[in-house]
C-alpha cells in the first residue's frame, strides 16, 4: 500500500465486495483538526458517489493502539485560535458526523485501542462498531473541564438508552470492551488479529441487503435526529464559543496542553479531546 | 363456535372474565387487505363499545402456524391497485395500528408461528406479547425491497429502544422466540398447546388493575406518539404511492409475486408481507 502523501491524514483503500477501508492516519494519535474533518467530509463525498462502493470501514492506520484521540485540543484552546477558525471547526465536523449518521452507505468502525471523545462520535454514527479486547471507549469531555456536545449525548442516548448514557456522560466514564457490549455500545469484542477480519464480516452480512430499502429505512430512522444536529450546530457554536473563551476553560484547557506535551511545549501537541 | 362468514376474516369469541378473542382467520396465511383493515376496525369499535368487554387477545385461526404474514401485497403492488385505493388501504390500517396502540381495552397478541411485517407492528400495538417456540418476529420490509414505515420503526424503537431497533430494522432480521424475549420486543415464549392459556392468564393478570386509571395512564404514554402516527400517515401516503409506481420497487414486488404463486399466477398470491 502506498504512503500517505505528506499532510493527507487519510488513505482509502477499496476491497473486493464493494466496501472501502478508511485509514485515519495522523500519527501520533490521529487527533481531528479542521483539515482531517475536512478531508473525511471529501473522502465521504468521494465513497458516496462511486456507484461501485456500497460501504465504508473506519480504522486506524496508526503505530500505537488509539482509533483516535479526539478532537485536537488546539482548535479548542482560544489563545491557538478564534472565533472564525472555531466556528469552521465545529460547523465542518458536526455536518460530517451528521452525514455519516445517514450516509446510504453501510458503515463499519474497527477500533483498534483508545477510542474517547470525538472517536466514539465518529464511532457512534457508524451502522455497526468492533473493537479490540484491549480498547476503551466513551464520551470523556467532562474530565477535560469541557461539555459534552448537546447532539454527541442524544446520539448515545438513542444508541444505549438515555438512562445509562446519563450516567457515563456526567461522569465522564470509559467503558472496557466487555462492559461498552454489554450497554450496547459496541456490537463486538475482537482479537487485534482479529479485528479487520471481524469488520469484514459483518460489513458483508449487512451488505446481503438490498441497497435502496436498507438506505431508505436508515434514512427514516436517522434523519430527523441528523437535521437536527446540523441545525443545532449552527445554534450552539457561538454560545460553544464564548465558554472556551471564559477564563477557567482556558485555564484548563492549558493545563490538558500542558500535560499532553510533557510540559515542554504548548504548539501542536497530541491532544486527548 | 360457528363458522366464519364466507367473507369475514375474523371471528369473535367471548371469553368470561371481560374478554375476548378475536381469531384472524383468513385462510391461508392472513395476508391483511383493505377488508381485513376495515374489519379489524368494526371489531374494535363494537368491542371498545361493549361495557361488558374490557381486553380483546388477538390471536390465529390458520391451519398453519401463521400469526398473519402481513400486508397483502395486491394492495402495494402497483399494476394490481391504484393510488385511491392505496390510499384508503394506507390510510385504514394505520388508524386502525395507532387507534388499538392507544385502545382503553387491555390487548394481547398470543403469536402462534411467523409474525414478520405488519403481523409484528400489529402485535407490537398490543400491551402484551406471548409467542411460540417455534415462530418468528420482526419488521422484515427492506428484505422485500421496501422501507420500513417510519412510525412502524418509530413503535419498534420506543418497545425496544433506538439501538437494538435500528439495526434489526436495516438489516430484515427476524428474530428467533428467544432472542426476541431477550430485546424485549416480546415478553413471554410459550408452547404450541400452553399459548392461549398464557396469553389468558397473562390478560387476567391486566386486568386486575382498575380500568380508568390504567386506561388514563396508556393514553398518556401512548397518546403523543399515536396521534403523529395518524397524521403522518396522510403525510407519508402520496410519496409512498410515488415509490410503489416507481420502476425498481414494481420489479421487485412482481417477483416477490411470482415467488409467492409458485411462478404459476400473479394474481391474488399468497403474499410475505
Redesign the interface.
Known amino acids: 500500500m502506498p504512503p500517505p502523501a505528506a499532510d493527507a491524514f487519510l488513505r482509502v483503500e477499496r476491497r473486493k465486495g464493494a466496501y472501502a477501508l478508511v485509514v485515519l492516519c495522523r500519527e501520533p494519535v490521529n487527533t481531528m483538526n479542521l483539515s482531517f474533518w475536512q478531508q473525511l467530509t471529501a473522502v465521504l463525498d468521494e465513497l458516496e458517489a462511486d456507484p461501485a462502493v456500497r460501504g465504508i470501514i473506519f480504522c486506524s492506520g496508526l503505530r500505537r493502539d488509539v482509533f483516535t484521540a479526539g478532537n485536537d485540543i488546539n482548535e479548542l484552546y482560544a489563545p491557538l485560535t478564534s472565533h472564525e477558525r472555531y466556528r469552521e471547526f465545529w460547523l465542518v465536523s458536526n455536518r460530517f458526523l451528521a452525514r455519516l449518521y445517514t450516509s446510504p452507505l453501510v458503515t463499519v468502525a474497527a477500533i483498534r485501542g483508545a477510542c474517547p471523545a470525538g472517536g466514539c462520535c465518529l464511532s457512534m454514527c457508524c451502522?455497526?462498531r468492533v473493537m479490540t479486547e484491549s480498547g476503551s471507549i466513551g464520551l470523556n469531555e467532562v474530565a477535560l473541564g469541557i461539555s459534552v456536545p448537546k447532539m454527541w449525548a442524544g446520539l448515545m442516548m438513542?444508541?444505549?438508552?438515555t438512562g445509562p448514557a446519563e450516567k457515563l456522560l456526567q461522569f465522564a466514564v470509559m467503558l472496557q470492551p466487555g462492559e461498552a457490549k454489554e450497554l450496547?455500545l459496541i456490537?463486538d469484542v475482537a482479537s487485534k488479529e482479529g479485528l479487520m477480519a471481524a469488520a469484514e464480516q459483518a460489513m458483508r452480512?449487512?451488505l446481503?441487503?438490498?441497497d435502496?430499502?436498507?438506505a431508505?429505512?436508515?434514512s427514516?430512522?436517522?434523519g430527523d435526529f441528523a437535521a437536527e444536529w446540523a441545525r443545532y450546530a449552527e445554534t450552539e457554536v457561538d454560545g460553544a464559543w464564548e465558554l472556551l473563551s471564559s477564563g477557567p476553560v482556558k485555564a484548563q484547557l492549558a493545563g490538558v496542553l500542558e500535560r499532553l506535551s510533557g510540559g515542554k511545549k504548548k504548539a501542536d501537541p497530541q491532544s486527548r479531546l
Request: zero cysteines.
Open positions: 451502522d455497526y438513542r444508541l444505549i438508552g450496547g456490537d452480512q449487512m446481503k441487503s438490498p435502496f430499502s436498507r431508505d429505512t436508515k427514516k430512522l436517522r
